[in-house]
Each structure stands twice: as C-alpha cells, then as structure tokens.
C-alpha cells in the first residue's frame, strides 16, 4: 500500500507537494478551503478569512526564468514579470500537465491535525476536515503543510498611542484592493516593505498626499537592473554567490552597500536602512525614487504617537488631517489545526529543521513547505523542498538525530542573525540553501564535473543566472530539456522585449561584469599589498 499524504492548502507549496508525492509514489490528497488553485495568487476583490489575499495591481518580483517549476518553463511570450492573472494562468497550465487536479479536494477546510494515538511507532496523523458543514476525520501516513504565510495580518495597534482616538479609518494592506476609495485623501502608510511601497506609489496617482511612515529604512531595487536586464538574472549567479562567500566580510559588505546604492543614494530619499550591509529582502518598486522625487509620496520616522486628526513621528513633525492609515506591517505564523507547539519548540519561535521539519518530532512524517524566504523565488524553492520531504516520507532519504538538527538550526540562527539581523522570517542565502537541499536528494549540479564534460553548459550554470532548470540537470528527478532550457534562458527572457527587433539580440557578459564590479577592491588590495610587503 502507498502511503498517504495529507497537503494543506493548493497554492504553490502544495502543488508542488502533490507532484513530488506522486514522483516518490506516495498517495497525496491536498485540501484547499476556496474552490480554485494558487493561494496567495488567486486574487479576490474581497479579503476572505483564513485565505491570503493580494491587491488588484500585483505583479512578481521575480522574473519568469527564474520563478519557474525546474521542468515547465513559462512560454516564450510570457512577459519576464507578471501580472497575478498571468502567473494563475501558468499554476493551471501546470496543475492541467502534471494531472494533479484530481488529487485535490476543494471547499474543504481542514480543522484539526493530531497524532494518531500509536504515533510513536506508526508516524500516522489524524486529520480532521469539515466541507458543507459536516465532519471527516482520515488517518494519513504524513501530513505536508502547505498553506503559506500571508494568511493571518499582523496589527500592531497597541504600538500606535492614540490610535483608538483617530477619526480618521485605518486598515491592513491585506484588505487594499485598488486606489479609488482613497482619491483625493491624505494617507499614511506604515511599513516599508513590498507591498507598504507598492500600495503608496498606486496611491500617489490618486491621493492628496501619501507619507510612508518606516523604522528601519530598506534598499530599494529596480525590476530592471544592469543594462536592464531582469535583476534575479544577474545578481542571482553561482559566481557572486561564490564571491561573497569567500570574500573578507568587510570586502562583500561595501560591494553591496555600493552596488545598492548604485541606482540612487538612498541618504538623499531618507530610505537608508539604518544596518545598511544586513542583507534583509530589498523593496522592489521601480517607481518609488520618482514619486518621492515628483512629491507626491514623502518618506518619514516611525510614528511616535496619533491624535484625534494627526499623526506625531519621532523626529516630532506631524502628519495633519489624516484621512486613512494603512498597516503595511505585515504577516504572522499560525496554523490553528496544529498544535502550536510541533512548530515553535523552543522558546516559542519557529524552530524547523531547514526550515521544513520539525526536530523534536519522534517520527519524521511531518513537514512544512513554503515557509523559507530568500531572494531566491518562491516556486523553485517549494519544490526543492517538497522533493526531500517526499523522499523522506518515502524512506529514501533520512534525517540526522535530534541532536544534530538542533545543533544545525543553532548555528544556522547565528549566520541569520549576522547576515539578515533580527526578524520573525526564517531567511536564508538561496544558492546555498538550495544546493544543501539539492545535496541531500542528489541533485545538487556537480559543476567541476560539468567544466570537464560539458564546458559550454557548465559557464552558464557558474556564470549565468542560478535557475531553476539546474535542479532538475541530474540525480533522481532529471528532466531532459533541463540542459537546453539552461542554454536558452535569455531567448525566452529577451524575446517579449524584442517586439521592435533592431538588431542582434545582446545577451550580458556575465564574467566581464563580475570583474568589472571586483576590480576597485582588487586595485586597493593591490596598493595595500604594495605598502605593506
């Protein structure tokens, strides 16, 4: 008999979890409580409970060569970033080829997940699931959580004095659907992230005046980067990743600093992080500079505190005649069918091994997919993880002791703490957390081996862009458009801005590039070498 997965959720994580269940030929059910695929991507015009929800006007951050499923490219005429209709249309087209509509159970919520009373030897889980208002509870054999992290909004009114007294509305983001509503309106928006960026530029078009309220300040990054190319196709190389590995740590943090400051200064628009070499998730937004520039969007400190019609920041200037405060503040962890404990085992934070599976768990039939964040895209990472946690459902991969997880998510916490800072995600550098993931199943690109049997191939994959292509080039899963699909990436990404054809299509030099970045430190090396020899 098969053994049977139980998979919250139909969104990305889960999809990729039902395919990777039926690769190791394991029996997956997937529940998903709305009545369509995609998760945070299936848009609605209104907020629904438990579902995460996105704004009319959301497009990706990451470009379609880099966001894929490692065997299904986008098409050639995709656009490189994309509406969310266009991302829904390809998670259909996707769900459609690897038949696994059928393994999904929709309008069904899932209410309870607890260990089967002879857990320590069977591993199993009952879950519990509700659908027009009756109950089923089913035995699985392990359980994959795939329901996200946008679900559940973090409102921290109790860190707004005076807030209860405002007349003028305040919201979540996750409830923001378009500008219209706030036409002519002075808004404050709280929180400097994606979306806090993304809601105030739409804004600004419409809205009397938008300030954007941060703590911390952020990089803010251009969808379009070097000679503009897509800028996860070029800074997302095994090369730089190499590089600022090796490099002394005072070395790769002023080429960051530097190459975040190279569209503009961020000094000069108050967006400076206030740790600038931490390397926490940029904000991606290729128009905000300009509206700060054209006045319609200014930037201000936190809020210190609110009155009946006004906002106090903490640099004592004051924000007059609000009309509405949007909380861009983000969103919480919460899986209220589990008990909260098998997540946060410690000190009551998330603690995972490599951010999927729980360590102090007695048997290894339990895993979170999805929850990881990197700069690095959600669906290659989703499905990276959900191959290993299949194969260990399917014994043929197995975990270290409890001892050594912890140890692992112990050191893992301090490279954290030292490159992203202190916050509540679980980051991680993408190359190195996805070639350890590949490590385990076998699938890591074996790139010395490559330079010896297939030089042309192996300069794309050390060179070009990390794609998601490379995990699928060998070991268990290999796909055998994978080598060509990596040797004509930059077709498919040049070919929808090549609507107008001039002449040849330039593609980027990515060693001269990377040399041309290094040479200023090379050149002080050199003159210190010099001195001091």
């Known amino acids: 008999m098969a053994k049977r997965v139980a998979i919250v959720g139909a969104g990305v994580s889960g999809l990729a979890a039902i395919r990777c269940c039926l690769e190791e030929g394991l029996e997956p059910t997937c529940f998903e409580r709305s009545d369509d ?26 470009s379609k060569e880099m966001m894929c499923f490692p065997d299904f490219p986008y098409p050639d005429d995709y656009p490189n970033y994309m509406h969310h209709s266009k991302l829904q249309e390809y998670l259909r087209a996707f769900a459609h080829a690897k038949s696994l509509l059928g393994h999904i159970r929709f309008e069904t919520l899932v209410t309870s997940v607890k260990k089967c009373p002879g857990f320590l030897v069977t591993g199993q889980w009952t879950v519990v699931t509700e659908k027009d208002g009756k109950q089923e509870s089913t035995v699985f054999d392990a359980v994959m959580i795939c329901s996200g992290h946008h679900v559940y909004p973090n409102l921290p009114t109790d860190s707004f004095p005076g807030l209860e007294q405002l007349q003028g509305n305040y919201l979540h983001s996750r409830d923001y659907k378009g500008p219209e509503a706030f036409k002519g309106k002075r808004v404050l928006v709280i929180g400097l992230g994606n979306s806090g960026s993304d809601i105030a530029v739409e804004l600004s078009r419409l809205a009397a005046q938008v300030i954007i309220s941060t703590r911390s300040g952020s990089w803010v990054m251009s969808r379009v980067w070097d000679d503009g190319y897509p800028w996860d196709m070029v800074y997302v190389t095994r090369f730089a990743s190499f590089l600022r590995n090796i490099l002394p740590s005072f070395v790769s943090d002023w080429l960051y600093v530097k190459k975040m400051n190279t569209w503009f200064k961020h000094e000069n628009y108050g967006l400076v992080p206030l740790n600038r070499p931490l390397r926490k998730e940029p904000v991606f937004n290729d128009e905000l500079p300009s509206r700060i520039l054209c006045g319609t969007v200014s930037i201000k400190p936190g809020v210190k505190k609110f009155t009946e019609t006004s906002a106090v920041f903490e640099d004592g200037t004051v924000f007059e005649a609000i009309d509405s405060v949007i909380f861009a503040t983000g969103y919480g962890y919460a899986y209220p069918f589990l008990d909260d404990s098998i997540i946060k085992s410690r000190n009551n934070e998330v603690t995972l091994y490599k951010g999927i599976f729980p360590p102090q768990l007695e048997q290894s039939t339990l895993a979170v997919i999805g929850l990881v964040q990197s700069l690095g895209a959600a669906i290659p990472t989703a499905d990276l993880q959900a191959r290993w946690a299949a194969k260990v459902f399917a014994n043929s991969c197995t975990l270290p002791t409890t001892n050594e997880m912890m140890g692992d998510i112990d050191e893992k916490m301090g490279k954290k703490l030292k490159w992203f800072g202190q916050s509540h995600t679980l980051q991680t550098d993408y190359i190195t957390y996805m070639d350890e993931l590949g490590s385990f199943i076998g699938t890591k690109p074996d790139i010395p081996w490559l330079f010896l049997t297939d030089p042309r191939l192996a300069l794309e994959v050390f060179f070009g862009p990390c794609s998601p292509y490379q995990f699928r080039l060998m070991g268990p899963g290999k796909w055998e458009g994978a080598r060509n699909a990596i040797l004509t990436q930059w077709n498919r990404t040049l070919r929808p801005t090549r609507t107008r054809a001039v002449s040849e299509a330039q593609q980027p030099h990515h060693f001269y590039n990377l040399l041309k970045m290094l040479s200023f430190p090379l050149l002080l090396l050199a003159v210190w070498l010099t001195l001091y020899s």
């Open 37 to 62: 695929i995609g998760g945070l991507w299936k848009f609605s015009e209104h907020a629904e409970e438990g579902r995460a929800s996105i704004y009319r006007s959301v497009f990706t951050n990451s």
